[in-house]
């Protein structure tokens, strides 16, 4: 069980490098679908089992094509490709780096607790549901909110005006 | 179903199925002939000289198109939670997805009336 985590683990970040340094944009959305998939994996040894099949069928499905899309809306020809300056550069390398910070003193302060998650039944669908729909019902109801508000979003910025 | 060594059978099919499909690709590209050239490794397209290239920006009603699928898969996958546990929640949990598919609605009415699924407009 160990080794398979280690395994899908040195997968995960390894195919996630590739998404950083592919140089081709194509490419490197195919490593983040390989990504998804070694995680998804370990979502199956935490015991999520609705989890591993949101990860399979909304991001390495639906998300992934949506990054295709957004890739081929972007002009992506050599000669056009803009150049960041090193304001911006700089900008991302703290951002990034305060989001590491954060990350580092998250992972320090967590107990470890393995062991428990990997006993626990929650990750079921079954489970799953009950909680959703009786514990967290009201969360679940704004969510559907927040999806009519992405869907006005989408449209209200996609679509010509028509008036 | 319900530990994660349960899930050897799909592991095995997996690589069963990617093992098949690498093996036969990469098979078939070194024992297959290669006959290289400038005239053989042009894009054939009907006889007509290529012009441009693939990489240019496309029209934005694909990608509507897909992120309106997102948001709509997203809603049926929480339909899967809800049908394991459809006889146990009763009125209740029909109540609680009835408004999580009325928002969805409301939703799928605006974009109905505002032509965003309408390809020639």
Redesign the interface.
């Given at each position: 069980?160990q080794y398979i985590f280690y395994t899908l683990a040195f997968f995960a970040i390894l195919c996630a490098l590739f998404v950083v340094f592919e140089k081709n944009p194509v490419h490197s959305v195919l490593y983040l679908i390989l990504t998804f998939f070694s995680i998804a994996g370990i979502y199956?040894?935490?015991?999520a089992?609705?989890l591993f099949?949101?990860q399979l069928?909304?991001y390495s499905?639906?998300?992934m094509?949506?990054f295709l899309?957004?890739l081929?809306?972007?002009?992506?020809?050599k000669d056009t490709e803009p150049q960041k300056s090193v304001i911006f550069k700089t900008a991302g390398a703290i951002a990034a780096g305060s989001f590491l910070l954060v990350l580092v003193a998250v992972l320090k302060d967590t107990q470890q607790s393995t062991e428990l998650s990997?006993m626990t039944?929650i990750g079921?669908?079954?489970q799953?549901?009950?909680t959703?729909?009786?514990k967290f019902?009201v969360p679940?109801?704004v969510a559907?909110?927040l999806?009519?508000a992405?869907?006005?979003g989408?449209?209200l910025l996609?679509?010509k005006e028509?008036y | 179903m319900n530990t994660p060594s349960s899930y050897l059978p799909i592991i095995i099919q997996l690589l069963v199925a990617l093992g098949f499909v690498i093996t036969t690709l990469v098979a078939s590209h070194l024992i297959g002939p290669k006959r290289k050239g400038n005239k053989k490794d042009e894009a054939f397209e009907c006889g007509i000289d290529g012009v441009g290239n693939a990489r240019v920006p496309f029209s934005i009603k694909y990608f509507m198109t897909a992120i309106l699928f997102v948001l709509f898969d997203v809603e049926v996958v929480f339909f899967y939670p809800y049908a394991v546990n459809f006889k146990e929640m009763g009125w209740h949990g029909f109540a609680a997805v009835s408004i999580f598919v009325g928002f969805f609605l409301i939703g799928f009415a605006y974009v109905y009336k505002r032509g965003a699924l309408e390809w020639d407009k």
């Amino acid at each position: 069980m160990q080794y398979i985590f280690y395994t899908l683990a040195f997968f995960a970040i390894l195919c996630a490098l590739f998404v950083v340094f592919e140089k081709n944009p194509v490419h490197s959305v195919l490593y983040l679908i390989l990504t998804f998939f070694s995680i998804a994996g370990i979502y199956v040894l935490l015991n999520a089992q609705f989890l591993f099949i949101v990860q399979l069928i909304v991001y390495s499905g639906a998300i992934m094509v949506l990054f295709l899309f957004v890739l081929m809306l972007l002009n992506l020809n050599k000669d056009t490709e803009p150049q960041k300056s090193v304001i911006f550069k700089t900008a991302g390398a703290i951002a990034a780096g305060s989001f590491l910070l954060v990350l580092v003193a998250v992972l320090k302060d967590t107990q470890q607790s393995t062991e428990l998650s990997a006993m626990t039944d929650i990750g079921l669908v079954k489970q799953l549901g009950k909680t959703l729909f009786t514990k967290f019902v009201v969360p679940f109801e704004v969510a559907s909110i927040l999806f009519l508000a992405a869907m006005v979003g989408s449209v209200l910025l996609g679509k010509k005006e028509l008036y | 179903m319900n530990t994660p060594s349960s899930y050897l059978p799909i592991i095995i099919q997996l690589l069963v199925a990617l093992g098949f499909v690498i093996t036969t690709l990469v098979a078939s590209h070194l024992i297959g002939p290669k006959r290289k050239g400038n005239k053989k490794d042009e894009a054939f397209e009907c006889g007509i000289d290529g012009v441009g290239n693939a990489r240019v920006p496309f029209s934005i009603k694909y990608f509507m198109t897909a992120i309106l699928f997102v948001l709509f898969d997203v809603e049926v996958v929480f339909f899967y939670p809800y049908a394991v546990n459809f006889k146990e929640m009763g009125w209740h949990g029909f109540a609680a997805v009835s408004i999580f598919v009325g928002f969805f609605l409301i939703g799928f009415a605006y974009v109905y009336k505002r032509g965003a699924l309408e390809w020639d407009k």
